[in-house]
């Protein structure tokens, strides 16, 4: 259950942030040929004639590849359909921003799709880049309709949703009673109770901070943050390590997913520590998203790839391996995992336009009261 770092492109950011609108962008096309008629043009080696062939470099985190992984059995099973078509997988050390970085520096993206994209990223990448990082998808995709319209994250349709997690806190009944509010943390009998992570370099870390923000507001959140780190409050790096000491047993709790127990259940599993905690009655939606590189020559198999994706089938098995809940609302993940996964009774999170302009200044005030205390 292993989670991707969320990492930035230096430091904190920017302090500011300006979105860039989406150019539409048409996989087929046809050129007036010297008859005055049309001819088919290619985009990468597909021409209207056939169907698209060749490989497709699919750019994502470490933990959606490897054996028994979502990324693996989706390889395999597109391939499996699609003679003439590979996909390989490339897991960038620094994420999206290596692409950023290519395109400031007008070396061409070397990957054809990305794969675990969020809102506060798909944000941060608009504001560093004058020109479209990725193609508009959603409008060519045949499954889109089907994806739940509260997941969708970008309002010019480059990034589809393709999983979510909810945030909120893990932690074991017989140390502690679940935190009712995020003021109750705050009370001296969960000193020193909570682990979380970094929000420079977490997604659930960056998250469980919005949902902060959220719940305290942008002029009072880091007040709010003093008095945790006051109540001894730890953050972790990333995901891993959090876990790691929570599993440790050197805290009763942990910012974690509200899937926690369909990792861990079963035989000899203590469930007393694996108990899902909803703040508030609410937890913090973080959907992942893909999306086309615009650069790419390969636009329409990587179209074909994410309607593959979002096809009820793959999206239950996503769910199970990704331990997350599918994206799609005709999937069913099974039995097993509908009892052990949890959806909080309120969503919340931040769209896009709401974190435009805002997300990076909020991280870069955090960090500096974090890294001064």
Known sequence: MERRTFLTS???????????????????????????????TTTGTRTTSGPPTGTLTVATYDSFTGEGAAGNYLKAAFES???????????PENGVT???QRKQEGVPVDADL????????????????DDDLFAQSRDALDRADAVKADLEIDPEGRAVP???????????????????????????????DLITQNAQQSDPGRAFLLWTI??????QYLEYWADLLDNGVRILDDWQPA????????????????????????????MSRHQVGFIEDQGYANPEAMARFADSDQLELGREFMDFVLQPEHQAEIATRNVQF?????ADPGEEFSQYAYEPPEAVTFTYDELQGKVDAWIEDWARQVASS
């Open 10 to 40: 230096a430091g904190v950011g920017v302090a500011a942030l300006a979105g860039c609108s989406a150019t539409p962008t048409d996989d087929e096309s046809t050129e007036t040929g010297g008859d005055g008629g049309t001819e088919p």
């Open 81 to 91: 359909e699609r003679d003439g078509v590979t996909v390989e997988f490339t897991t």
């Open 98 to 100: 290596q692409y950023v």
């Open 114 to 129: 990305f794969v675990g994209l969020n809102t506060g990223e798909l944000v941060r990448v608009d504001s560093e880049l």
């Open 162 to 192: 393709y999983d979510t997690g909810y945030i909120c806190l893990v932690y074991d009944e017989e140390e502690v009673d679940q935190p009712e509010t995020f003021d109750a943390l705050l009370e001296p009998e969960y000193e020193g």
């Open 214 to 219: 959220d719940a305290k507001g942008e002029e």
């Open 243 to 270: 876990y790691n000491a929570y599993t440790n047993e050197e805290a009763p709790m942990v910012v974690s997913y509200s899937t926690d127990q369909v990792y861990y259940h079963g035989e000899g599993v203590d």
């Open 326 to 330: 599918p994206a799609v609302s005709d």
